[in-house]
């Protein structure tokens, strides 16, 4: 029996030490899934940081846009407007000469 006990506590022995390295697996396995869990947390806040960056920019840029387009409009517009003015100006003096040829001999 001294050879059985010597052989199944050097079994137990063993066993122990087995279980010893799984759990430092387990626990360096869980270190690394946090680990990797905080960096995916850390790009994500990044990327969305970035990403509110560039909808910022582009906000500014379609403003901006939009802003230059406007003032281009009312420019044409208004050249638009004095164009007719002075074409309708003309008209109307054409108009006033041709009335006044008519009526007066």
Known sequence: MDVSSRILSELAEREAALD?????AR?????????????????????????KGLQAEHDQ?????????????RSKATEGTERARTH???????AAEHVLKAVLP
């Open 88 to 94: 309708m100006g003309g008209r109307i003096q054409q």
């Open 61 to 73: 840029r379609l403003t901006a846009e939009t802003v230059r387009i406007r003032e281009e409009a």
């Open 27 to 51: 626990a360096d396995a869980r270190r690394d899934v946090e680990a990797a869990e905080a960096e995916a947390a850390r790009i994500l806040r990044e990327a969305q940081e970035r990403m």
């Open 20 to 24: 010893a390295q799984i759990e430092a």
